[in-house]
């Protein structure tokens, strides 16, 4: 079966500090992974995805992750946390094109950057 | 870049009622629609999976005769909660997959809907 697991609810870090929030998956086949951020009472925004290629992939607002194929994980990571990223982060695999490519989340990670 | 344009943002109604949600991509043409739903903190839940102009596909234990989805055009869908209920009362979403011209545009969401049931 396929699935994802974010094995922390919540990440805390100081402002300034780099950040890491983690991802392992399972799935058949070759991965097709995402990083979505949601703020509070809205819809969740793409971050970045990992189709094919570089294992590291860059995103959006400075985010970036890398695919690690021997551990199955896809950690986002940041170099700098800002007050402003806090919010709730999901890592998503899509499934297989005979489930109807839908795409399985995992649990969510809280990140909480303090000043 | 890809938008889907969901309203209303939240919705308060009496028990009994029947409430519908929208979901329209604004430039693209949605040919796959997803609707999850969401409770406090917790992750989403994928309830069904339309395509433009098929039935839609639930998921197991989601009572296709309380939450109605249709999917008639390229850019709308709708949710609709028949008979709501106090325990329907949660935070729905809608994500959005298709094309525009040689463009892909893969799982773009919507801004989401509050839905309260009193």
């Known amino acids: 079966a396929q699935s994802v697991a974010q094995p922390e609810d919540q990440v805390n870090v100081a402002e300034g500090n780099p950040l890491t929030v983690k991802c392992t998956y399972s799935v058949s086949g070759n991965p097709y992974l995402f990083w979505y951020v949601q703020y509070p009472n809205r819809g969740l925004q793409f971050l970045l995805k990992?189709?094919?290629?570089?294992?590291l992939v860059k995103g959006s607002y400075g985010f970036e992750a890398e695919f690690n194929k021997s551990q199955t994980s896809f950690h986002l990571k940041k170099p700098s946390a800002l007050v402003s990223d806090s919010a709730l982060y999901f890592c998503?695999?899509?499934?297989?094109?005979?489930?109807?490519?839908?795409?399985?989340f995992g649990q969510g990670t809280e990140l909480s950057v303090k000043p | 870049g890809a938008v889907v344009s969901q309203h209303p943002s939240w919705v308060i109604c009496k028990s009994g009622t029947s409430v519908k949600i929208e979901c329209r991509s604004l430039?693209?043409?949605?040919?796959?629609m997803f609707w999850y739903r969401q409770f406090p903190k917790q992750s989403l839940m994928l309830m069904a999976t339309s395509n433009e102009g098929s039935k839609a596909t639930y998921e197991q234990g989601v009572e296709k005769d309380k939450f109605l989805i249709n999917h008639a055009s390229l850019t709308l869908s709708t949710l609709t909660v028949t008979s709501a209920h106090p325990e329907d009362s949660s935070f729905y979403i809608c994500?959005?997959?298709?094309?525009?011209?040689?463009?892909?545009?893969?799982?773009?969401f919507g801004s989401g809907t509050r839905l309260t049931v009193v």
């Open positions: 430039d693209f043409q949605a040919t796959t």
């Open positions: 994500s959005a997959r298709g094309t525009q011209g040689n463009s892909y545009y893969g799982y773009t």
């Open positions: 998503a695999v899509r499934a297989t094109y005979n489930q109807g490519g839908k795409l399985i």
């Open positions: 990992y189709i094919t290629g570089d294992n």
